[in-house]
């Protein structure tokens, strides 16, 4: 175990805050705690967390509103969203915020700390994106989270970007479907496949010029998708 790993703990309750600080201690790491949203991002954004346990239901500012505030912000820490709410709309509402996990109370520590591993570890592993990426009459900047197209806005929804995002970390390589349900979408159980082809084919639609016979997005077979970008990109 890492002893320099910090996780940001925002969670209003303060029996549920000690029982995830102690531990989270437990098993070596540094624990930093926020009591409520607007104090919590404010630590977030100071601190550089390695990883973020966050509630939903909290004053000042909900666990929804600050994920979203930390994606406009580019800053890309793991979310592990942690909260009473289990319904599937919750989970899409936390997902499509940029929260990279959920996890429904009650839960179990061991399973708690197997998906703390799992995102400090898929965050160890990422590659450096660059800031922008030009593909023909498109621009797309992940610094600021914008596309454009000859300089009109175009609306592109935070899963969107972390797609565009990950397929960028390898250019002209294939991307498997279960990969993108991994990473973007942070759990495997609850998405299928065809969820990632249905987002695949509305991003295709925003950015390509004839959707049908796409130029950067490319399908590969019975895989998933790679960006290819122009030449001399």
């Known amino acids: 175990m890492n002893s320099l790993e910090r996780i940001l703990v925002i969670e209003d309750e303060l029996p549920m805050r000690t029982v995830l600080r102690d531990c989270l201690e437990r098993q070596g790491y540094r624990v930093l705690l926020a009591s409520d949203g607007e104090s919590g991002l404010e ?29 406009r ?10 909260t009473a709410k289990g319904q599937v709309t919750d989970r899409v ?36 994106v660059p800031n922008s990426i030009v593909l023909g009459n498109v621009e797309i900047d992940f610094l600021r989270q914008r596309a454009c197209r000859q300089g009109q806005p175009i609306y592109l929804t935070a899963r969107e970007f ?12 294939p991307v498997s ?10 759990y495997t159980a609850f998405p299928t496949t065809r969820t990632v082809d249905k987002h695949i084919a509305t991003l295709r639609a925003k950015i390509e010029v004839n959707p049908d016979q796409p130029q950067w997005i490319q399908t590969v077979h019975a895989v ?7 030449k001399g990109a």
């Open 224 to 230: 998933g998708y790679r960006l290819e970008l122009p």
């Open 162 to 173: 972390a797609m565009l995002r990950l397929l960028a970390e390898t250019p002209g390589e």
């Open 93 to 128: 509402t936390g997902l499509d915020a940029g929260a990279d996990d959920y996890m429904a109370k009650p839960f179990s520590r061991e399973e708690l700390l197997a998906r703390v591993r799992a995102l400090l570890r898929r965050a160890q592993r990422r590659v450096r």
């Open 177 to 186: 479907r279960d990969r993108f349900l991994d990473v973007v979408w942070g």
């Open 73 to 82: 912000l580019s800053h890309q820490v793991p979310v592990l969203m942690l």
């Open 43 to 71: 630590k977030a954004l100071k601190e550089k967390p390695d990883l973020i346990l966050l509630d939903i239901m909290m004053p000042r500012l909900d666990g929804f509103a600050l994920c979203a505030e930390l994606r």
